[in-house]
């Protein structure tokens, strides 16, 4: 079963604007993770944010984290058609000197031109 | 740098055959995922190994399933006696120790009729 729960599921916007996404999440957390897949094609990773974090920057990319609220957010700035892809977060689990990543259901992007 | 890379892209088969997918990870990197996720979802974790050790199990991975990692390099998973609920794409990923970022492969999405 998934993790967590990302809202909107699906978010539309235009060319420059900023898109902010959220994710909730249930158990604790070593640390959080964002990661984009354009359609059809595997995963990319964007983002770690550790769980004594509260802030991450990189590049156009702005990752919050809130343990007590269980929750994260991921901010794209001045958005590109590139953006255009489905965004999921996902909690990292430790298991056996490693970590697993469970997914939330993902935001799918638009960004139109 | 070579990625992650995943053999075939793409499988169709009958119900009830077996398949068998491939997964060549980044060199040097001893630890290898398994996931799967099918449409509209998130990946799912089913399986991973350090090395040719398989140390965690999920319990998505039925006694149809099997992954093998037998020189600790590339690794397969076998599903055997197909069901039309295995579709799905079936994503690999490599990780290298202290980085706790996944690389994901492109998936090789399999139907079954």
């Known amino acids: 079963s998934q993790q967590g729960e990302e809202d909107p599921q699906a978010l539309s916007i235009q060319e420059g604007e900023n898109a902010t996404m959220n994710c909730s999440y249930k158990t604790s957390i070593n640390n959080l993770q964002w990661y984009r897949q354009n359609s059809g094609r595997g995963l990319v990773h964007l983002i770690l944010?550790?769980?004594?974090?509260r802030e991450k920057h990189s590049g156009r990319l702005r990752v919050t984290l809130d343990t007590s609220k269980k929750s994260s957010s991921l901010l794209i700035t001045a958005s590109r058609a590139a953006d255009t892809a489905s965004y999921f977060c996902?909690?990292?689990?430790?298991?056996?000197?490693?970590?697993?990543?469970?997914f939330g259901q993902g935001t799918r992007l638009t960004i139109n031109p | 740098d070579t990625g992650v890379s995943q053999d075939p892209r793409h499988k169709i088969t009958k119900r009830g055959q077996n398949v068998t997918f491939r997964c060549d990870p980044i060199s040097e990197h001893n630890r290898l995922y398994w996931y799967r996720q099918t449409l509209g979802q998130g990946p799912e974790f089913l399986t991973y190994?350090?090395?040719?050790?398989?140390?965690?199990k999920s319990r998505l991975l039925s006694d149809r399933f099997s992954a093998e990692r037998p020189k600790g390099s590339f690794s397969t998973l076998e599903i055997q006696r197909t069901e039309q609920g295995d579709s799905a794409m079936y994503l690999c990923?490599?990780?290298?120790?202290?980085?706790?970022?996944?690389?994901f492969g492109p998936g090789t999405r399999l139907t079954v009729l």
């Open positions: 990923a490599s990780s290298r120790p202290p980085s706790h970022e996944q690389f």
């Open positions: 944010i550790r769980s004594n974090e």
């Open positions: 996902a909690t990292a689990l430790l298991i056996q000197g490693a970590q697993k990543l469970v």
């Open positions: 190994f350090q090395n040719e050790a398989q140390l965690e």
